[in-house]
Antibody, heavy 122, light 110 residues
Framework: EVQLVQSGAEVKKPGESLRISCKGS????????ISWVRQMPGKGLEWMGR????????NYSPSFQGHVTISADKSISTAYLQWSSLKASDTAMYYC???????????????WGQGTLVTVSS | QSALTQPASVSGSPGQSITISCTGT?????????VSWYQQHPGKAPKLMIY???NRPSGVSNRFSGSKSGNTASLTISGLQAEDEADYYC??????????FGGGTKLTVL
């Protein structure tokens, strides 16, 4: 069974750093890219960026480039999303999602983590 | 990269059909047949409902169907059921090799 299991909820202060994780199981972790998606309270989904776990190549949305870092450790089938200096506006639910591609088709997200709630407040 | 445009809300009675639109540009929706749709119930992770414009993953009801014309994709739900009440998001691959989501549509089953 394919699963993406994310780390637990976090409460942080502005200016603090944070790294959340997403562990894949039930499939070949290096065969599928992982994307991160933000959902601010009461708002819609926003694609943040993605990583190819096989070589750690990353691609970011212009809206998030420079604000977060996506990484992966293929030896433990885990992807990460990290911040060096959190802001109150980073308060949101963050999802990881597995990117699949159908034969002769395009990318879509077929499996999602359960989400990690990040709260940033002084 | 601007979000794709979806209506904020749609509603329908049980048994009826509804359609949710998703409008982008020639750099995303119009340029590729790579539109996917996701259903999200409150407090839950999104679930894939349609990929590559009109393909249903295994296990998704055939009451859900997708189509595209020009820069606008559409999700149609036929035979509405109470369990269909949720938020729906479209997503498209873009010419920048990124993904973009729509703003989301809240479906209410009356």
């Amino acid at each position: 069974e394919v699963q993406l299991v994310q780390s637990g909820a976090e409460v942080k202060k502005p200016g603090e750093s944070l790294r959340i994780s997403c562990k894949g199981s039930g499939y070949s972790f290096t065969s599928y890219w992982i994307s991160w998606v933000r959902q601010m309270p009461g708002k819609g989904l926003e694609w943040m960026g993605r990583i190819d776990p096989s070589d750690s190549y990353t691609n970011y949305s212009p809206s998030f480039q420079g604000h977060v870092t996506i990484s992966a450790d293929k030896s433990i089938s885990t992807a990460y999303l990290q911040w060096s200096s959190l802001k109150a506006s980073d308060t949101a639910m963050y999802y990881c999602a597995r990117r699949s591609i159908a034969a002769a088709g395009g990318p879509y997200f077929d499996y999602w983590g359960q989400g990690t709630l990040v709260t940033v407040s002084s | 990269q601007s979000a794709l445009t979806q209506p904020a809300s749609v509603s329908g009675s049980p048994g009826q059909s509804i359609t949710i639109s998703c409008t982008g540009t020639s750099s995303d929706v119009g340029g590729y047949n790579y539109v996917s749709w996701y259903q999200q119930h409150p407090g839950k992770a999104p679930k894939l409902m349609i990929y590559d414009v009109s393909n249903r993953p295994s296990g998704v009801s055939n009451r859900f169907s997708g189509s595209k014309s020009g820069n606008t994709a559409s999700l149609t739900i036929s035979g509405l059921q109470a369990e269909d009440e949720a938020d729906y998001y479209c997503s498209s691959y873009t010419s920048s090799s990124t993904q973009v989501f729509g703003g989301g549509t809240k479906l209410t089953v009356l």
